[in-house]
């Protein structure tokens, strides 16, 4: 697997990392098994991935605890992000509040050491920012985590780039994860986050590069969403604005088909094609869309491929 490096003094790790979220929390539940995500982490493993996403409210520390079993015996193989700042009210409804102090720091990053059975983060984030508590305040206590030894590097979720200076300022910011896909451009638009990151030595980490499944070409508008997948009552998802995007996901098909390739792995592309310091993480539940995406880093396109899906309108709906 090719490599990229996460921040300009941050390691090297897998051009393309693996979203472990899916595997307990917000799509098809009834999909979901824990000894075959244990196995598709594993098999990600053997394939050369090395950088592996989770966080401490993806099923309420389900996640966690699932990716520390599969790690055991290998966890020298991976970097490993998690993250801290948002906390579940109730698991059912997945109602959550935001939670930047201090204390909460300090309380999340014990119970996700003891989640993911390890003695140290290498890349922990700040999952929301907390309007309630001062984010150089919340920058801080992450930091002192650094200086003790339990985190090696710290990142940043879902900012402007004006947040990311910020605390840039109190400590080096590594990685900067938001969404970012083919239908959705936020962080290269507006104060371009992608750009900050390129312009202050961090990576810039895309979740659902393949737009929560819908750029694999698998979903049109008769496909039924299970009553607990997020997509159910997500605005991007309803009938109209399905029926509005399949002009996106016709053409990424086209530009597959042209290079023997599947439309999850020219979206890849893609969003692999914003610069070296862009580090995708797909995430799936089975080994075959594993082995599917990681084969994305070999697909090249051409600057009329790339000219061409970037000309695509951004996606109707919001995303959330």
């Known amino acids: 697997m090719k490599t990229r490096q996460l921040g300009s003094a941050g390691?090297?790790?897998?051009?393309?990392?693996?979203g472990c979220m899916g595997m307990s929390w917000g799509y098809?539940?009834?999909?979901?098994?824990?000894?075959?995500?244990?196995?598709?982490?594993?098999t990600a493993l053997d394939l050369g991935v090395t950088f592996l996403d989770t966080a401490d409210i993806y099923g309420d520390g389900h996640n966690e605890s699932l990716?520390?079993?599969?790690?055991?015996?290998?966890?020298?193989?991976?970097?490993?992000?998690?993250?801290?700042?948002?906390?579940v009210d109730d698991l059912a409804t997945k109602r959550m509040h935001r939670d930047g102090s201090p204390a909460q720091v300090?309380?999340?990053?014990?119970?996700?050491?003891?989640?993911?059975?390890?003695?140290?983060?290498?890349?922990?984030?700040?999952h929301r920012v907390d309007p309630a508590v001062p984010l150089e305040e919340t920058w801080g206590a992450l930091a002192e985590l650094v200086a003790e030894g339990k985190v090696?590097?710290?990142?940043?979720?879902?900012?402007?780039?004006?947040?990311?200076?910020r605390a840039h300022a109190v400590h080096p910011v590594t990685a900067i994860q938001s969404e970012l896909s083919l239908w959705t451009r936020d962080a290269l638009e507006g104060d371009d986050v992608v750009g900050w990151c390129a312009a202050n030595g961090a990576a810039f980490v895309p979740f659902a590069p393949l737009g929560r499944g819908y750029l694999t070409g698998s979903i049109d508008?008769?496909?039924?969403?299970?009553d607990d997948d997020f997509r159910a009552t997500n605005p991007r998802f309803?009938?109209?604005?399905?029926?509005?995007?399949?002009?996106i996901v016709?053409?990424?098909?086209?530009?597959?088909?042209?290079?023997?390739?599947?439309?999850?792995?020219?979206?890849?592309?893609?969003v692999l094609a914003r610069g070296e310091h862009v580090v995708p993480i797909p995430g799936t539940k089975r080994v075959g869309y594993l082995r599917e995406n990681v084969a994305a880093v070999d697909v090249r396109l051409s600057p009329i491929d790339l000219d061409r899906l970037t000309g695509l309108p951004s996606a109707v709906g919001t995303r959330y």
Do not use: C
Not at 70 to 86: F, N, P, Y
Not at 221 to 226: D, N, R, V, W
Not at 250 to 266: E, I, L, R
């Open 11 to 18: 390691p090297d790790v897998s051009s393309i990392g693996l």
């Open 28 to 42: 098809a539940e009834s999909q979901r098994t824990d000894s075959t995500s244990v196995e598709v982490i594993r």
């Open 67 to 87: 990716v520390g079993e599969a790690l055991q015996g290998r966890r020298d193989e991976v970097v490993l992000a998690t993250k801290m700042g948002l906390v």
């Open 106 to 126: 300090r309380r999340a990053v014990e119970a996700s050491l003891k989640r993911l059975r390890t003695d140290v983060i290498d890349l922990y984030y700040l």
């Open 152 to 165: 090696r590097h710290l990142g940043l979720s879902e900012v402007t780039a004006g947040e990311a200076a």
């Open 221 to 226: 508008t008769s496909t039924q969403f299970e």
């Open 238 to 247: 309803s009938d109209a604005a399905r029926a509005a995007n399949q002009r």
């Open 250 to 270: 016709d053409t990424v098909k086209d530009v597959a088909q042209a290079h023997g390739a599947t439309p999850a792995q020219v979206a890849l592309a893609w």
